[in-house]
Each structure stands twice: as structure tokens, then as C-alpha cells.
């Protein structure tokens, strides 16, 4: 087991140097946090973790989920890390304090659920689907449905889940057929099935709160008819918790995150399962993308994060294993060398720090524009909302589609242990490899990012992200060390809006199934440039620390550690971006059926 998973001192660089957290107090929204309350926060996020979370990683993966006469039971840990995560105030830490929340800053928010899901991802979900859930609640949600679920839910004593997919349908929720019948007391019968509920129920908790998709009698086909309901495992009548029919038909036996229950459930076999409509009925789509939003970049976070602990297993790993000896002096008289002295170990390491470290930087951005899009009104909070809706897509799929790399560069390092269960390193790949078909697979955010949000507002949200982008470039090219990264990374911006430039040509023409043919290749081009950015931005803080003559020998090697990793990421990641855009320009369409074709 690695002795630690997260390195706080980058965090604290990210949130108060990179992203500059401190700059939200001067809000009025956020007027009672300050710069030190606020890492005294993650300080505490982290205590949390070490205590509740990172000793039983194995142990949740061993023990997995136990399904049997019908009853689901789990690691005894679920309950006590919802608990938990109650009493401390981080479920529902980012809502209003009206809302019984902290209001903290969603920079603070998501960098905690950082540190819990590297210590332990399998434990996580829980309090983090409840808070969503919770916050759909509050958001859309009556008085009486807001006074009757949240408390609970935000106290940990009752879990949330959000409820989609179906059989039939699997990601295209315009064919879901759970249906929802009114009822003279306003409540509506729920008939149907949904699998793949993560979190969807386990007996050490006293309720489960479904958030889900139904479509009442009537309503119009696809999305437009879709409406959201409040459908839990056991609703109140005259104070008492009784079942509501909600029956969990079996759960899934899943790869990795085997402490996390995945479940099938049906409703209203017996004609009894009631539900509450949240909100406008036909609107449902529409408010699910709040908790649907957050959810994807949760999941780029989960990846993220488990990369982070894969890294710091495999570097740990590396500092005590010896083998072999360096090839200046291959003298077997020498002792041998620590692996960590081989080049292409070296590199592996900067691989996985490299795609770590980058992909949470891209989150806190997330969570900055976010932030200031609550507290921002008119073309101030427009320009907020649609650089984070460019940017969610990407943050949810860089993070899982690298950290998927990552963590098996980790596997590499540790040669044959790494594929044993000796060591937590299998553990982590089994564990990541499902944040690329959490909440949309890859294939979906490429699409939802080329699709959507490229060509949205006529580009309006494209081209904010690359003034933004722009301006990184002109503080690194104004910094002598840093002017060439600047101009590697600018010449790559162009190919990326040249390449953008391209394609929106094919749609204009009408042609969008060859516009969207390569929605996924189209992804990693745009992935490797804004994580190129964000360790510019890195970049540049670390050359303007070290001006500091003052500077400790330690905050030195970290500021000088900053820079060599952001060196690589330009020389061994950047570079691919050529020949994704060469892909992309490419007279040639392989991927669309012609009728005349018989490849498969």
C-alpha cells in the first residue's frame, strides 16, 4: 500500500496561485470565506480522508457489494463516510447558507472531492450523487419536496441517486418508456425499469432518493416529453417510512469500483410506486443537465484523482526498488541503481504527473468559471456559463481517456507486481477504466463538445475560450524562458481553429454525419491544447515565483519541478496534436457507411 496519494502542495498552488481562490472573497457571495479559512478547509478534506477513506481502498474492493434475498449490503465504511461527510458539512458544501449549506466556492468544493476520491473512489459516489441529487432538489424542487428529502439527504442519512438509463434505450433518452400516471392527490404511478443506478440502494441506509426520468400519459415523444420525479425506496405517510415499490432486481458485477453498488431497479410491479414531479412537467431533460453538468466534471475530477494515486503508488515504487545499474557505469561491482534513475521509468513518471497534475488544473478552471458565473449578472455571467459549457465535456473526458494511460504507465513501472494484487496499482486501473462510460461515454462528450458546443451561439463560446487561451499566451511570451512554449502552444491554437474552421464548413453543407464522424478525434486534438494551456498557466506563475530570491530550497525544487513537467508535457504530448489535425483535414472518410461498402 503507498504511503500517500495526494501532494497537497500542488493543490494549494493551483487553487491559491494558479487559479487565485482568494480572488472570490472580494464577493459578496463569498464574503465570509478567506484565503486561510479556505485551506484550512482542504487541510480538513484531507484529514477526512486519511481517517474514513484511504484505509479500507483495498478493503472496499475485496469485500465488493453483496446482493442476496433481494437485500444489498456493502463495506461497512459507506455508512460511516456518509456520516461523515454529513456532519462535516460536505455534501452540501457548495449550496446557500439558506439552503443549510457552507457556500464555499466550487474551487474549494472540487478539490476536496479530489482528495476523497484518491484516497478512496470506491466510497465517494455515495455523498457525491446525494449532494446532486439534493441540489436538483432545492433547485427545481416545491417547498414541501425541499422540507421533506434535503435534510436528510445533505445530514447523510439518506442517498440520492439520479435514475436515467433503461434497457432499451442506454444513452438515447428520447426512447425511455417509464411512464408516470397522475393521481388525484398530485403524486403520479411510476411503472418501469433503470439499470446502471449507481448508488441505487444498500441496506445501511434509511432511505434512497431516486431523482428520475419518467414520461407521463400522453406526453409528447423524445426529449420534449421527458419529465423528473422524486421516486424513493420509501415515502412518508403520516410520519412513517413505508415501501414505495421500488424493487432492486439485481446489481451489476463490474470490473472495477467493486465497492461502489451499481443496481438494477424496477418500479410499480405491484401497482404501487408513487413519484413527485419536480418541477414543470416536460421539463425534466432540462433540469437533469444541472445534475447531469455536474456529474461529468465529478467524473474528470474521479479520474483525475485516481491517476493522482496511481502516480504517487508508482513513484513511491520507484524510490525504493532497485534493479539494474545506470548505463554510465554497468560495473557489476557497483550496487544497483534505484529504478527511479532509469530514463524511461523517468518518463513514465512525467507521463503520469504530466496528465494528473494538468487534468486537475482544468478542473479548478471549471470551477472558477463557475463560481464567478453565480456571482456575475448580464454578459459577465453569459461569458462564465458558456466557457464552462465548452470546457465540461473536456473536463470529464481528457482526465478518463489519459488517466487510462496513466494509470497503465504505472502498471509498467511496477513490471509484474503492478498486475498483482499485491500491490493497489491493478486496483486503480480496474477502478478507472469506467470513468470513460460514466455520464456519457467518450464517444457522447465528443460529440456533446464538436456538436454542440463548438458551433453554439455561432461559435461564441469557441472563441471566448481562445481569448482566454490568448491571454496565457502573452504572459508566457513576455517571460524569455517561456516565449517558445508560447509560441508552440499559439501555433497550435491556430491548427485547432483552423481545424474547427474546416469542419464547420462540412456542416454548413449539410453533410453532418461527416462533420461529426470524427467528434472523437476532434476531442483529443482540443483536449491536448487546453491542457497544454493550463500548464502554461502553470508555467507562468512558476517563472514569476522563482524571481523570489527569497525562496526556500524546497519551494525552488517544487517551482523548478513546475516547469520541467510543463517542458515534457510541450516535447512528448503536444506534438501529437499534428497529426490529429492531419486526421481531421483528411479528404479521405473511412469511418462513414456507403452503401456499396462491405469492410466488416
Request: hydrophobic fraction near 40%.
Amino acid at each position: 500500500m503507498a504511503s500517500e496519494y495526494v501532494d497537497m502542495r500542488n493543490l494549494k498552488f493551483l487553487v491559491n496561485e494558479v487559479h487565485r481562490a482568494a480572488e472570490l472573497t472580494e464577493y459578496p457571495y463569498f464574503a465570509d470565506h478567506e484565503s486561510e479559512t479556505l485551506d484550512m478547509m482542504l487541510d480538513a478534506a484531507k484529514q477526512l480522508a486519511d481517517d474514513h477513506m484511504f484505509p479500507y481502498l483495498e478493503e472496499c474492493d475485496r469485500f465488493g457489494v453483496l446482493f442476496e434475498d433481494g437485500k444489498v449490503t456493502v463495506h461497512p465504511q459507506v455508512a460511516k463516510v456518509m456520516k461523515a461527510m454529513g456532519e462535516n458539512g460536505w455534501i452540501g458544501s457548495t449550496f446557500s447558507y439558506d439552503d443549510g449549506g457552507m457556500q464555499l466556492p466550487h474551487m474549494i468544493a472540487f478539490v476536496a472531492e479530489y482528495i476523497f476520491e484518491a484516497a478512496n473512489n470506491n466510497l465517494t459516489g455515495y455523498p457525491g450523487l446525494t449532494g446532486g441529487a439534493a441540489r436538483l432538489i432545492v433547485s427545481f424542487g416545491s417547498d414541501e419536496l425541499k422540507e421533506t428529502y434535503v435534510p436528510n439527504m445533505m445530514a447523510g442519512k439518506w442517498q440520492g441517486t439520479m435514475a436515467l438509463t433503461e434497457p432499451q434505450a442506454g444513452s438515447s433518452l428520447s426512447d425511455i418508456t417509464t411512464s408516470a400516471t397522475p393521481q388525484d392527490d398530485g403524486s403520479y404511478k411510476i411503472q418501469g425499469t433503470k439499470i446502471f443506478i449507481s448508488s441505487g440502494d444498500y441496506e445501511s441506509t434509511e432511505n434512497v432518493i431516486h431523482l428520475m426520468l419518467a414520461r407521463i400519459d400522453g406526453a409528447p415523444k423524445g426529449t420534449k416529453g421527458i419529465s423528473l420525479f422524486v421516486v424513493p425506496k420509501h415515502r412518508l405517510e403520516n410520519g412513517q417510512l413505508v415501501a414505495n415499490d421500488v424493487i432492486t432486481a439485481g446489481i451489476f458485477h463490474k470490473m472495477g469500483q467493486n465497492g461502489y453498488v451499481t443496481t438494477h431497479l424496477s418500479m410499480g410491479e405491484n401497482d404501487n410506486c408513487h413519484g413527485y414531479l419536480v418541477g414543470e412537467a416536460h421539463r425534466g431533460l432540462a433540469y437533469m443537465f444541472q445534475m447531469m453538468n455536474g456529474a461529468r466534471i465529478a467524473v474528470g475530477i474521479g479520474a483525475s484523482s485516481i491517476a493522482s494515486a496511481a502516480y504517487h503508488a508508482s513513484l513511491q515504487y520507484a524510490n525504493e526498488r532497485p534493479q539494474g545499474r545506470r548505463w554510465g557505469d554497468r560495473s557489476l561491482d557497483q550496487p544497483q541503481t534505484l529504478i527511479i534513475n532509469h530514463p524511461d521509468i523517468r518518463r513514465m513518471l512525467l507521463v503520469q504527473r504530466a496528465i494528473s497534475e494538468g487534468s486537475i488544473s482544468l478542473a479548478i478552471q471549471c470551477a472558477r468559471y463557475s463560481d464567478l458565473m453565480h456571482v456575475s449578472e448580464g454578459d459577465e455571467k453569459k461569458k462564465y456559463d458558456m466557457l464552462l459549457e465548452i470546457l465540461t465535456p473536456v473536463c470529464k473526458t481528457y482526465p478518463s481517456e489519459e488517466g487510462i494511460r496513466s494509470v497503465s504507465n504505472g502498471i509498467q513501472i511496477l513490471g509484474g507486481y503492478g498486475y498483482c494484487k499485491d500491490f493497489p496499482m491493478e486496483q486503480y486501473y480496474r477502478d478507472i477504466r469506467i470513468m470513460a462510460l460514466y455520464e456519457g461515454t467518450t464517444g457522447i462528450q465528443s460529440l456533446d463538445l464538436l456538436g454542440r458546443k463548438v458551433v453554439m451561439d455561432n461559435g461564441a463560446a469557441f472563441r471566448l475560450l481562445m481569448g482566454e487561451i490568448q491571454e496565457t499566451l502573452q504572459a508566457a511570451g513576455a517571460i524569455q524562458s517561456l516565449k517558445n512554449y508560447s509560441q508552440l502552444l499559439g501555433k497550435e491554437l491556430k491548427r485547432l481553429a483552423d481545424v474547427t474552421q474546416h469542419l464547420a464548413a462540412i456542416a454548413q453543407k449539410g453533410d453532418i454525419e461527416l462533420f461529426l464522424a470524427d467528434a472523437t478525434v476532434y476531442m483529443e486534438l482540443f483536449g491536448l491544447v487546453t491542457v497544454a494551456w493550463q500548464w502554461l498557466k502553470q508555467g507562468v506563475i512558476s517563472e514569476q515565483a522563482l524571481s523570489n530570491v527569497a525562496l526556500s530550497d524546497g519551494e525552488k525544487q517544487f517551482y523548478q519541478g513546475k516547469i520541467h513537467v510543463m517542458k515534457f508535457f510541450f516535447v512528448y504530448e503536444l506534438p501529437k496534436a499534428a497529426g490529429l489535425a492531419k486526421t481531421l483535414l483528411s479528404a479521405e472518410s473511412l469511418t462513414v457507411l456507403k452503401e456499396t461498402e462491405a469492410v466488416f
